[in-house]
């Protein structure tokens, strides 16, 4: 049966009174909102303003299908105009021309035709190519494009050549819900999508903020970690890519802060570029490979667009382009278009595929609720069908669009209706009275995501489904009188044959987050079954949970024996296992009593047996967690009791009796809200999970699994130390069968096994002691300071190497042409001779060669730790913190703060412990300001960019122009002079920027910003932010070496991971984190102040606000990568040692990679700022 794209239209009215207008089908967009995305558009959808020129009533809406019959009366009079806004003649019909817009026309007598002879000016063709009938409208079907069609009269246009044919599953796009991350009813984390069937996924949505336009998370209840959670799944599969999708169908809603955005990004070029440059800046922060731009939409004007949209969208995609070709790496775009001829009509889709990789056709919502308050009215439509698809791709092809630049779009969802008549239920013939029932988990009525619809299908056996062959899709009713439409393995299989044909090149998924627990949609789609992601990951980075990281080697030394055999009761077999294997368990799923796959594993393993969860059968079957059962979704687990530390803490705590609390020296971990096993029920209390309050085994404890318990995993660094189906919840049990489980946190005190007995300070890790030396600048430094040589490097301590980088080589100059003997070196601020000399290195004209000069600054002085307090002045303002690693030298990577009186100021474990001890810590490292001067002078910011990519129109301050104003001492009366003092400690003179930039980062006036920090954190953070290796790399990879041979000694190489991430935990601790914000306010106020008084320097404020900006994002970017370089480099080793000897792996290597995995998963608390 033909679905409405069958339906006539045509120019009728001087016959009939009644107009046809083609009005091609609206794709629904991808929809953003994260309560209840559905319903939301479907308010959206229901009464949108007609104002665009085209054949259409007031009472129309772009919302049609392809070609929709309207019923108005075309005749008029005296005092009753053209409903269509067309010329009223004078035998009271509507046209255009002579004969209706001549003598005798009574109303809208200057209209014109929106194409053809009558349309202003004559002969104007149609958007996008489409016919221009006799009557001069525009539209696609035989009564526009026959005899008498005046332009592009082609009615079935074919594809361009050139497109190779069976491509279109060659590039699978998977969109993620963000919001579904924090489904009350089924979420769904980046890492349950099904990376097996995707070469691409997409987070949806990004937003941007008003103010800045830079990118954001699309609401407050969504966190930037999602974003690096997203692009960790690269780690799971390698090859795998991942874009940032922006924009949606609720950012260009109208009455939003965020529709105008891309409008007024696109239409200056200054913005433009900025904006391009910061879209690579957020990519490489987030690891992104690509962005897709939906934006819906632009030029439309019920969408908030305005016509030079159209130009503009291209204009931003070649800014992005060039941006992309100068990042380093490659970056992909694509974006987003609809299949209507109401909205692609503000697509130049030719000239955005210039720059563009690709774009993603939305062929899906062609039909819906909505369309009951259009011409279509409310009869049974499926939302997709193949019919309208190929009448949408041939207005691509009437434009020259290639196939092979496009995906075409398939949805994991349905359109459901409530019938008007139960007895009614023929698409195209019969009615519906409003949306389907809303399904248990999306609650939207008129929407069923995939899963909602098989189990509504296995609830109900006895339906019938039809399958309208000719549109490519399927529908069913139920419950008297829902009806629902929908793709499923034949439907898929059609319209892909169709996308092969024509020489699609990939296809898109919204949204692959729909999908059910069997990953049916997938499956279908692709026509081949789907691994789930325990099999996908394989030995790469991301399958080191903490069941696989104590079992290392465990899934190379156990097999499961597919066959079903006996395991139980009087005829159990004992032949289960090869020789050299013990049996150690088995899985029951699909078995029956007494029977199951037996698991069978080395004998040289450690373990015990008794345990029966599978190790990872994922044959599909309904979703359940027994041994007894088929996995739903997700995988089994096979476990085995380890001789590790693990069950020496379980045996610290305890859980009480039922109804029973903790006694007064233990600390409650939490409860069991029931336990069958002693008919402990909610009545009776449940059970409590106790430790000892003194330095307890685990540091807290959590339940985790809500909803289907789709979450129910414990993180990389905890264990599992009991499941239960309601958790401590007994009113909110899991769905699905499944169980939540009670993960804990081991106290690393507690857990000596990966701590070695020295600590980072010892003679032993010599190469740490640089990093342990105290600070030589400070004050109250036990080492004396030394005298600088303003002409030499060599006066600078090997100390201080750390903080300020390594020793000059020489120059470097421009170009290699030009050569000078050495350095060319000047010395900033006389007026404080001891402070300590921070290195700006900038170019400048030395004759006629363009040399690079190194510009010492010297800091204002700064007190030590043991004197920060000393004085009144510190005393008030200085702060009484000190920081270090929490839990001592063996550490996870927090950071815990305590009173720094608490500090001896001499001895063991003091302020000045030689080889360990406290430093002054300056937040903000004075480093930036040697940075900032190279950013003013050569426009060189600290990630490597170029101001003049993000500001073209800002020109850069030479050194000549800037070097009296930022070490002379000005008179007071000059401008510098009357700028406001930096803080609001003031004993020396303010002439000059130099002073008062150091000023603000600290100084022994001005000692608020300064911290008390653990001195090795200190130094390494100092080389962090200098963006050097806080770890000498081949010192390092000899420690792994060693620790693979001896099966000890980890420490080595895991702690200066583990400190790296501990630096950004302490910048964002509150207390570091408000005096940082401080700090960055005066120096606005100072860069606004220069910027507002002295004409010369007129470029400072702009190049500072982007150089803050800069120096924070690229060294986060710098830390997050050299952290995960060197944990896949550990992982590597490993393996290789793992591989090459698999019968006797390192004796450390499940404990290190469950480090590992920790590590894996702190990598997002390294960021920048806000």
Known sequence: MALSGKVFAGWLAAVLGTVYVAV?????????????????????????????????????????????????????????????????????FCGYGPTYCGDGCTSNCNAHAECGKDSNPPGKTCPLNVCCSEFGFCGTTEEFCGAKCQSNCALEPSPPSGSAQGQVLSRVVGYYESWNYRSSCRKTKPSDLPLDALTHVNYAFAFLDAATYHITPMDSGTTADLFTETTNLKQLKPGLEVWLSLGGWTFSDNGTSTQPLLSDIARDSSKRTAWANHVVSFLNTYGFDGIDIDWEYPGAPDRGGKPEDVQNFVELMASLRNAFNSAGRKLGISFTIPASYWYLRWFDVPGLLRYADFTNMMSYDIHGTWDKQNAIGNVLHPHTNLTEIKKAAELLWRNNVPPNKVSLGFGFYGRSYTLSDPSCSTPGTCRFSDGGAPGPCTATSGYLSYYEIQDVLAKNPGITVNWDKEASVKYFKWNNDQWIAYDDKD??????????????????????????????????????SVKTNSDVRSTTLAELNTVNLLNANLDQQCHIIRYCTSVEGPYASVNFCNTGESYFGFDRAGCGKFKGHPICCKTTIQGTTGMYLARKPDWGGWPSESGDKRCGRGSKAFCCTMPDTVPALLKQCRWTGCGKGCNSDEQDMGKVATDKDDWCGVARGGKHFCCRASNPAFKQCTWRGHGDCVDNTCKGNEVTVRTAVDGDDAWHACNWGRQKSFCCEPNNQMTPIMCDKNTICTASLWAYQSLCQPDPWANDSPNSKRELDAGTYASISKADKIRDGPESSGLVPVSRQLHQPHPFWEVISKRSPSGRPINSYIHVFLGAHLVEMVVRLLAQTYPGPATLTATQNGAQNASPLAFRPAGGQCSTTGVESFPRALLAVNGPGSINTQGRGYDTDHPIELQYVGQLLTALVDGLLPSGTNINQILPNVQTIPWTTIRPYWDEDMPYNQAIGALPDPTPFTDVNWGNINNRLFEILGSKTNRAPFRTLDRPMNNMKGKIFARQNPYDLTELRNHITNAITTGQGEETFLQPMRMVVAIFRYLFDPNVSNSIQTQRNQLLAQATAI???????????????????????????????????????????????????PNNPPANAAQVLNELNALFDSLQYIRAPP
Request: glycine letters at 6%; hydrophobic letters at 40%.
């Open 491 to 528: 439907t898929f299989k059609q319209k892909v044959d169709w996308a092969n044909s024509v020489g699609f090149s990939g296809s898109l998924i919204w949204a692959s987050d729909l999908d059910d627990n069997q990953l049916s949609a997938h499956a279908a789609l692709l026509g081949r």
């Open 1091 to 1141: 910027t507002n008084n002295i004409p010369a320097l007129q470029p400072f404020l702009a190049i500072w606000t982007e150089f803050d900006r800069d120096f924070f994002e690229a060294t986060a970017n710098f830390a997050r990568t050299w952290v995960a370089d060197q944990i896949i480099t550990v992982i590597a080793a490993y393996q290789a040692a793992i591989r090459a000897n």
């Open 24 to 92: 091609l089908l609206l794709s629904h967009d991808h929809y953003s909102d994260a309560s209840s995305g559905a319903s939301r558009i479907l308010k959206a959808r229901t009464s949108l303003p007609i104002d665009d020129g085209l054949s259409l009533s007031p009472n129309d809406s772009p919302v049609s299908g392809n070609l929709s019959r309207r019923q108005d009366d075309f005749s008029c009079g005296p005092g009753r105009p053209c409903s269509n806004s067309a010329c009223c003649g004078k035998d009271g």
